[in-house]
């Protein structure tokens, strides 16, 4: 089965960095995504990893290690608006693609 | 505008009444899928579709239909609604699986069983 962990809530201060961090059990994985979720809207694309080391995209960053099953979102220079929830997913390929998601991280970010 | 569409964005209906929640996206996507969401549970895959007629079941298809005749078109289908299938639902759809591919999220269906 798939099993996702990820912190509920966390804090952080404008203009910091936080390390969101995730850990999973997948069968037949096949990558991890992050996606951010303000509150009432639709998910959205942030970042996908499916060999280990460190993907940067601008003020993100996401870090995969598959020996660990550890990932994690990193993100700089903080804003406002990156108050939101991030889910961490777990793709499994096992002829048929699935994913995974996490019960997210609501992150709020204070002056 | 490269959209998923998802339609009512609101629903308040009774139990037992059939309901349909469209889904359809116009960026000639292969990949399709539902999901709900519900809080301290996260998203659940519901069903999805690879392609045209091909649709299986996610980690919660108990109570839910799908169809897939069209590529552009998902609806999601509750025979016979309950009040635990009360829920916030996304509809996605990617290019082609998911591999190295972003989904893309519809604005999402709050549905209210009474």
């Known amino acids: 089965g798939q099993n996702i962990d990820q912190p509920t809530e966390m804090t952080a201060t404008e203009g910091a960095i936080v390390q969101i961090n995730c850990t999973y059990q997948?069968?037949?994985?096949?990558?991890l995504f992050w996606y951010q979720q303000h509150a009432g809207e639709a998910p959205t694309f942030l970042s996908y990893?499916?060999?280990?080391g460190l993907e940067e995209k601008g003020r993100f960053s996401s870090f995969l290690s598959r020996s660990k099953g550890y990932s994690y979102l990193l993100l700089k220079e903080l804003q406002m608006k990156d108050s939101a929830s991030y889910l961490c997913?777990?793709?499994?390929?096992?002829?048929?693609?699935?994913?995974?998601f996490g019960t997210g991280t609501r992150l709020t970010i204070i002056p | 505008e490269a959209q998923v569409t998802q339609n009512p964005r609101y629903l308040i209906t009774v139990t037992g009444k059939k309901l349909t929640v469209t889904c359809s996206q116009n960026m000639n996507h292969e990949y399709m899928s539902w999901y709900r969401q519900d809080p301290g549970l996260g998203l659940r895959q519901i069903y999805y579709?690879?392609?045209?007629?091909?649709?299986d079941k996610g980690d919660v298809p108990e109570g839910y239909k799908v169809s897939r005749k069209e590529k552009r078109n998902f609806p999601l289908i509750l025979e016979s609604p309950s009040p635990n299938q009360t829920s916030l639902y996304f509809c996605?759809?990617?290019?082609?699986?998911?591999?190295?591919?972003?989904?893309?999220f519809g604005q999402g269906t709050r549905l209210t069983v009474v």
């Open positions: 997948t069968s037949g994985f096949n990558g």
């Open positions: 997913a777990a793709l499994s390929n096992f002829g048929n693609e699935k994913l995974t």
């Open positions: 990893n499916v060999l280990d």
């Open positions: 579709s690879m392609n045209v007629e091909v649709t």
């Open positions: 996605a759809s990617s290019l082609s699986g998911l591999v190295n591919t972003e989904a893309f």
